[in-house]
């Protein structure tokens, strides 16, 4: 059982869009830096997104975040082929003095 | 280029032990704080554990506290996890990873590609 909470799965076509979401508590989303990673079938995870809503260098504005509360969004606009992977969340939780991550949502072009 | 190499993975019986190694490159080593993630088959990330930028602090999850030990020598650029009493369910792809701080709260920015440890008899 993750402390972050995410979808399983999402899927969509290609060029549409989806949202991930990610709920936590306060003692990690909700005063802590949220960060996005991607994970490419046999791949090492990578940076997407971090803090609020920024990419590192190389990383496609198709891709944005927000936080509200104790909740992260991810959304992936104009869906591709290459997009498909496992998208996970991740945050310093205050109370465990630990790295916390979602479970993991696997996203599929359809 | 920023880049970190894992070493030391293989195949190790239940109950024995293994130290992986991760070398850094094009970054002051030093200056960042350093954790372990493994992701095991079937399953998502699982952090292991983090390492303050002077080895000073160091945190663990619950599933491996008192089995595993994180480890650093700045002088050689280099992080270390050291593994007792490995069980089947260690096994996974084991990633060094840097932090965006000195002290581990600001998260992963950069990733290994990671070394495979299986346990088994």
């Known amino acids: 059982q993750s402390v972050l909470t995410q979808p399983p799965s999402v899927s969509a076509a290609p060029g549409q869009r989806v949202t991930i979401s990610c709920s936590g508590g306060s003692s990690n989303i909700g005063n802590n830096y949220v960060s996005w990673y991607q994970q490419l079938p046999g791949a090492a995870p990578r940076l997407l997104i971090y803090?609020?809503?920024n990419r590192p260098s190389g990383i496609s504005d198709r891709f944005s975040a927000s936080k509200s509360g104790t909740s992260a969004t991810l959304d992936i606009t104009g869906l591709q082929i290459g997009d498909e992977a496992d998208y996970f969340c991740?945050?310093?939780?205050?109370?465990?003095?630990?790295?916390?991550f979602g479970g993991g949502t696997k996203v599929t072009v359809l | 280029q920023v880049h970190l190499v894992e070493s030391g993975g293989g195949v190790v019986q239940p109950g024995r032990s293994l130290r992986l190694s991760c070398a850094a490159t094009g970054f002051t080593f030093s200056g960042s704080a350093m954790h372990w993630v493994r992701r095991a088959p079937g399953k998502g990330l699982e952090w292991l554990a983090v390492?303050?930028?002077?080895?000073?602090?160091?945190y663990y999850a619950d599933s491996v506290k008192g089995r595993f030990a994180i480890s650093r020598d700045n002088s050689k650029n280099t992080l270390y996890l050291q593994m007792d009493s490995l069980r089947v369910e260690d096994t996974a792809v084991y990633y060094c990873a840097r932090d965006r701080s000195w002290l581990g709260y600001y998260g992963v920015d950069v990733w290994g590609q990671g070394t495979s440890v299986t346990v088994s008899s």
């Open positions: 390492t303050w930028y002077d080895g000073n602090k160091k």
């Open positions: 991740g945050a310093w939780d205050t109370s465990l003095t630990a790295m916390v």
């Open positions: 803090d609020k809503n």
